[in-house]
C-alpha cells in the first residue's frame, strides 16, 4: 500500500505562503494533501492510459466497449474494503465519473433517456455516466430504445418496471430481444436495504456476469399469472419479483445470471418465456465504519 503518511516536503515549490496564524501543522498537512494530489492524478493518468490502449490495440477484438458486469464487480470490491469518513457514496461517484471517462477514452459512447432532462431516467444517466457523457431525450421510451436500435445511442436509460404502469409506459413489452438487452440497473450504489433501481440500461449486446446478478424474464400470453411464481420456484429459480400487465404479459426477476439457453427456461409451462437481460445486484449502502481516531475506551 502507497505510504501516504504526512511529510513535511512540499509537492511545488511554489505555494502562497500559509495565513497568518496557521501553525506548522496546517503547511505540513497541505502538503501531505498535495503529494496525495499528485499521486491520484499520476494513477488516472495511468489509468486512462491503460483504458484507451484496451480499444487502441484492439485487445476487446471488436466486441463491446461498455462491460457493466466488469464495472460492477469494481465498484464492488471497492465499496466492500472501504473504511474511514469518506461517504461511500462519494467513492461511488467517483469511480462511476473515472468510469464514463474511460468509457469515452475507448469510442463513442451515448445515452438516449425518456423523460424530461430533470426527471428520473435522465436523473439516473447523468448519476452512472456522468456529466460528460451525450445525452440525447426523448419523449417515449420507445423513442429511446428505437435510437439504440437504429445506432444513434450506445444506451437507453428508462424507468424501472412497476406495477400499474400504462402501456406506452411499459417498455418491457415490447423490447426487441434478443437484439436488445437490459444490461444494468441504476444506481449501483442502493439506498437502504430493500431500495429497487430507479432506471435500467439497455444496450444491443448482451450482458455479462458480475457476480452477483439478477436476470429478467419476460412472459406474454399469460393466463394465470399467480402461477409464474410457483413455475419457476419448482425449477430452483424462485423470483424477487414478478410485475404483470393487463395485456397477459409478466415481467419476473430472478436471483443469478441465467443463460437464455438455460433448459429449465424451456421447461416452464408457459409458451413463451424470453430472458430479457440481466444486471448486477445493486450494492446496499450502509453507513462507512469509521476510523477510530482515539483507542477505544476498554469495557467498564
Ligand atoms: C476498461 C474497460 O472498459 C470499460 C471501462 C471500465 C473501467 O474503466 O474500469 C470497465 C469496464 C468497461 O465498461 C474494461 O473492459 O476493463
Known amino acids: 500500500m502507497a505510504d501516504l503518511t504526512p511529510t513535511t516536503a512540499p509537492a511545488q515549490q511554489s505555494q502562497p505562503a500559509p495565513p497568518a ?10 502538503a501531505a494533501i498535495d503529494n496525495i494530489d499528485d499521486a491520484m492524478h499520476d494513477l488516472l493518468m495511468r489509468r486512462a492510459a491503460l ?7 484492439r485487445v476487446k477484438a471488436g466486441g463491446p466497449t461498455f462491460r457493466p458486469g466488469r464495472e460492477a464487480a469494481i465498484l464492488r470490491r471497492l465499496l466492500a474494503r472501504h473504511e474511514g469518513p469518506l461517504p461511500r457514496p462519494v467513492v461511488a461517484r467517483l469511480w462511476r465519473d473515472i468510469i464514463a471517462s474511460s468509457l469515452a477514452q475507448q469510442g463513442p ?6 423523460g424530461a432532462a430533470d426527471g428520473a431516467a435522465a436523473h439516473a444517466a447523468r448519476g452512472h455516466f456522468g456529466l460528460l457523457t451525450r445525452l440525447t431525450l426523448h419523449p417515449t421510451p420507445a423513442g429511446a430504445l428505437a435510437a439504440v436500435a437504429a445506432g444513434e445511442a450506445t ?20 423490447m426487441q430481444v434478443p437484439r436488445l438487452q437490459v444490461l444494468a440497473a441504476l444506481p449501483f450504489l442502493a439506498g437502504p436495504e430493500g431500495a429497487r433501481p430507479e432506471a435500467l440500461a439497455v444496450a444491443a449486446f448482451r450482458p455479462e456476469p458480475s457476480g452477483r446478478d439478477r436476470t429478467l424474464l419476460r ?12 413455475a419457476l420456484a419448482a425449477l430452483g429459480l424462485p423470483p424477487c419479483r414478478v410485475i404483470w400487465h393487463h395485456a ?9 445470471f441465467l443463460d437464455p439457453a438455460d433448459p429449465r427456461l424451456a421447461a416452464l409451462p408457459f409458451s413463451s418465456v424470453q430472458v430479457l437481460g440481466a444486471y448486477a445486484e445493486p450494492f446496499c449502502d ?15
Open 21 to 30: 496564524g496557521a501553525g506548522p501543522d496546517l503547511a505540513a498537512l497541505r
Open 51 to 57: 483504458a484507451a490502449g484496451m480499444a487502441a490495440g
Open 109 to 114: 459512447f451515448s445515452m438516449a433517456a425518456c
Open 155 to 174: 444506451v437507453a436509460i428508462l424507468p424501472a418496471a412497476e406495477r400499474g404502469d400504462r402501456p406506452a409506459a411499459a417498455w418491457w413489452m415490447q
Open 219 to 230: 412472459f406474454a400470453g399469460v393466463n394465470d399469472v399467480g402461477r409464474i411464481g410457483g
Open 248 to 256: 397477459r404479459a409478466a415481467l419476473a426477476e430472478v436471483e443469478g
Open 286 to 300: 450502509a453507513p462507512a465504519r469509521p476510523t477510530p481516531t482515539h483507542p477505544e475506551e476498554p469495557p467498564a
